[in-house]
């Protein structure tokens, strides 16, 4: 026999013990589930080039969330986020334990939650699986603003560098990869309820992507520049590597002198222009004339400009910059560029007094200040932007950069307070979207690994190891020509978010017009099923 339906009045302790036991079990079962599929979109991110796990995740979620309120929905999606982001984010706790690593992503987990809960009330609109990605790329955009400016790390596009929907990067940037990614996945769960529907929703995006191919170019229609990518590793990983700021700049000037002599000795190209990376001088150039010397005699004995990760006292404020700067042969510093987009809990401290009651360890995160001018260099033939470490992450600091009139993009950065993580290879991949995404090639600068010159067309050409000294060289080409994506800047996303969250507006305003007298059954498909609404 079938048990009853639950009415809106009845609890879950009126419940007939079998119909409890099974509400538990199916909750549990939700549970697990959700998890499993957070799990599985963060098995697509790199190191791993398992990309196609990530549509797979948003089945399962889609699976999860249709039919359900937004309670349960706003549950399932914290237990998913918590799959995805836990473990992606595990690099933030290398060497300051739980305190950084577990809240980053609860946090993160709860905003992914605010998204599936709206996920789940567009989940009975016609046409479904289409709202639902719209407004999955609302939710990302509110990630990349809130809270402490914005924490865009885990957006689904960093994680398909390798996949077939990378070309769409050239088109709507990220967030078009990203809506395609969950396009996909929720429409292979909507199969089961609309065959023709579900199969559009999963066909569709994979062709576009396939068909966005013939839009990426790799033709070097500014000329071309041999450059050089210095790593020049640190004496030992951590957070006291800054301990080490006059062995850490040592190293980079010795592996630039010895790239100087296999370009003597013809081993080498001789490099146009050479990039070091973040904090590869943290003691600053313009107080300290010993660490100047030593700079200038690297660039002297390269015979090219160089761009040099300092750390730059403000003579006003006396504050700390996290600054580029450019030296040139026979002249010395010529230009700097100061980091824009600083990381909250490390470069910045938002709100010290308050956090320190949990923990003094907040005083060891800095006091920097940002830049404003995305102005990168000119170097030879090439114009450099400059996107330093974390600024890589944000959509719009990557674009500003390249609108100031960019053909090459810089991207040096310090993963040397990460160890052994998969961050390197995280920022890797950000980095490889934005050479699609802009048509630009990239040349990835690390103190400690993993070093690379990537292709306009995502590829890497070149990469180094992580711990060890290198330097890579080679001839890329130098691109004007601006990607649909570019010129179309943050419009596709604010479009593709205004429709999320007009559906969202509709679905709302039809469950009022059509909602139940009190007192009716309530369908499975309209129960709270997830862990916040089991009750």
Same mark, same amino acid.
């Given at each position: 026999?079938?048990?009853?339906?639950?009415?809106?009045?009845?609890?879950?302790?009126?419940? /007939?013990?079998?119909?409890?036991?099974?509400?538990?079990?199916?909750? +549990?079962?939700? $549970?697990?589930?959700?998890?499993?599929? &957070?799990?599985?979109?963060?098995?697509?991110?790199?190191?791993?080039?398992?990309?196609?796990?990530? /549509?797979?995740?948003?089945?399962?979620?889609?699976?999860? +969330?249709?039919?359900?309120?937004?309670?349960?929905?706003?549950? +399932?999606?914290?237990?998913?986020?918590?799959?995805?982001?836990?473990?992606?984010?595990?690099?933030?706790?290398?060497?300051?334990?739980?305190?950084?690593?577990?809240?980053?992503?609860?946090?993160?987990?709860?905003?992914?939650?605010? &998204?599936?809960?709206?996920?789940?009330?567009?989940?009975?609109?016609?046409?479904?699986?289409?709202?639902?990605?719209?407004?999955?790329?609302?939710?990302?955009?509110?990630?990349?603003?809130?809270?402490?400016?914005?924490?865009?790390?885990?957006?689904?596009?960093?994680?398909?560098?390798?996949?077939?929907?990378?070309?769409?990067?050239?088109?709507?940037?990220?967030?078009?990869?990203?809506?395609?990614?969950?396009?996909?996945?929720?429409?292979?769960?909507? +199969?089961?309820?609309?065959?023709?529907?579900?199969?559009?929703?999963?066909?569709?995006?994979?062709?576009?992507?396939?068909?966005?191919?013939?839009?990426?170019?790799?033709?070097?229609?500014?000329?071309?520049?041999?450059?050089?990518?210095?790593?020049?590793?640190?004496?030992?990983?951590?957070?006291?590597?800054?301990?080490?700021?006059?062995?850490?700049?040592?190293?980079?000037?010795?592996?630039?002198?010895?790239?100087?002599?296999?370009?003597?000795?013809?081993?080498?190209?001789?490099?146009?222009?050479?990039?070091?990376?973040?904090?590869?001088?943290?003691?600053?150039?313009?107080?300290?004339?010993?660490?100047?010397?030593?700079?200038?005699?690297?660039?002297?004995?390269?015979?090219?400009?160089?761009?040099?990760?300092?750390?730059?006292?403000?003579?006003?404020?006396?504050? /700390?910059?996290?600054?580029?700067?450019?030296?040139?042969?026979?002249?010395?510093?010529?230009?700097?560029?100061?980091?824009?987009?600083?990381?909250?809990?490390?470069?910045?401290?938002?709100?010290?007094?308050?956090?320190?009651?949990?923990?003094?360890?907040?005083?060891?995160?800095?006091?920097?200040?940002?830049?404003?001018?995305?102005?990168?260099?000119?170097?030879?033939?090439?114009?450099?932007?400059?996107?330093?470490?974390?600024?890589?992450?944000?959509?719009?600091?990557?674009?500003?950069?390249?609108?100031?009139?960019?053909?090459?993009?810089?991207?040096?950065?310090?993963?040397?307070?990460?160890?052994?993580?998969?961050?390197?290879?995280?920022?890797?991949?950000?980095?490889?979207?934005?050479?699609?995404?802009? &048509?630009?090639?990239? $040349?990835?600068?690390?103190?400690?690994?993993?070093?690379?010159?990537?292709?306009?067309?995502?590829?890497?050409?070149?990469?180094?190891?992580?711990?060890?000294?290198?330097?890579?060289?080679?001839?890329?080409?130098?691109?004007?020509?601006?990607?649909?994506?570019?010129?179309?800047?943050?419009?596709?996303?604010?479009?593709?978010?205004?429709?999320?969250?007009?559906?969202?507006?509709?679905?709302?305003?039809?469950?009022?017009?059509?909602?139940?007298?009190?007192?009716?059954?309530?369908?499975?498909?309209?129960?709270?099923?997830?862990?916040?609404?089991?009750?």
């Amino acid at each position: 026999m079938v048990a009853a339906p639950v009415t809106s009045d009845q609890s879950v302790a009126d419940m /007939p013990p079998i119909r409890r036991r099974r509400d538990v079990r199916g909750t +549990l079962l939700r $549970v697990l589930l959700a998890a499993a599929g &957070g799990g599985a979109v963060f098995l697509s991110f790199p190191p791993r080039t398992t990309w196609w796990l990530a /549509p797979v995740g948003f089945a399962v979620l889609g699976v999860l +969330l249709y039919g359900r309120r937004a309670r349960a929905g706003f549950g +399932l999606g914290v237990v998913w986020g918590l799959g995805f982001m836990a473990p992606l984010l595990r690099w933030t706790g290398e060497f300051v334990g739980l305190i950084a690593w577990l809240p980053l992503a609860l946090l993160c987990a709860v905003l992914i939650g605010v &998204g599936t809960a709206a996920m789940a009330v567009v989940s009975r609109v016609p046409g479904a699986p289409l709202w639902m990605a719209l407004v999955w790329v609302a939710d990302e955009a509110l990630r990349a603003v809130v809270p402490f400016g914005g924490f865009p790390w885990g957006k689904i596009a960093f994680g398909q560098p390798e996949g077939w929907y990378l070309p769409l990067a050239s088109v709507g940037g990220a967030p078009l990869v990203g809506f395609a990614v969950a396009l996909t996945g929720l429409g292979a769960a909507h +199969l089961g309820r609309n065959w023709k529907l579900g199969a559009t929703a999963v066909v569709l995006p994979l062709a576009a992507g396939i068909a966005a191919t013939a839009l990426v170019h790799t033709d070097p229609d500014q000329g071309s520049v041999t450059v050089a990518a210095i790593q020049g590793n640190v004496p030992r990983a951590g957070l006291d590597f800054n301990a080490q700021r006059r062995a850490v700049l040592d190293n980079h000037v010795k592996r630039t002198l010895e790239l100087a002599d296999d370009v003597k000795a013809g081993r080498a190209q001789q490099p146009d222009l050479v990039i070091w990376p973040e904090n590869s001088s943290d003691i600053d150039p313009f107080r300290n004339v010993d660490a100047a010397a030593q700079i200038q005699r690297a660039v002297e004995a390269i015979n090219a400009p160089v761009a040099v990760g300092a750390v730059v006292i403000d003579q006003d404020d006396r504050l /700390p910059r996290n600054t580029v700067v450019l030296y040139e042969p026979g002249i010395g510093a010529t230009d700097t560029y100061t980091k824009r987009q600083l990381q909250p809990f490390g470069e910045t401290m938002p709100y010290r007094s308050f956090f320190r009651i949990f923990s003094e360890t907040v005083d060891r995160a800095g006091t920097f200040q940002p830049g404003t001018d995305p102005q990168g260099f000119t170097m030879g033939a090439a114009k450099v932007a400059i996107d330093t470490c974390y600024e890589v992450a944000f959509d719009s600091v990557v674009r500003d950069s390249i609108t100031a009139g960019a053909n090459l993009i810089a991207i040096p950065t310090n993963n040397a307070t990460f160890g052994y993580t998969e961050m390197t290879y995280q920022q890797l991949a950000m980095s490889r979207l934005r050479a699609v995404e802009h &048509g630009k090639s990239v $040349v990835v600068a690390a103190t400690s690994g993993v070093s690379a010159l990537v292709a306009p067309d995502g590829s890497v050409t070149h990469r180094s190891g992580m711990f060890t000294p290198d330097a890579l060289v080679a001839t890329v080409p130098l691109r004007g020509e601006a990607t649909l994506a570019t010129r179309l800047g943050a419009w596709p996303e604010w479009v593709m978010t205004a429709l999320g969250l007009m559906a969202v507006a509709f679905s709302l305003t039809t469950k009022r017009r059509s909602r139940p007298t009190p007192g009716a059954g309530v369908g499975e498909e309209e129960t709270d099923g997830g862990p916040a609404g089991a009750a």
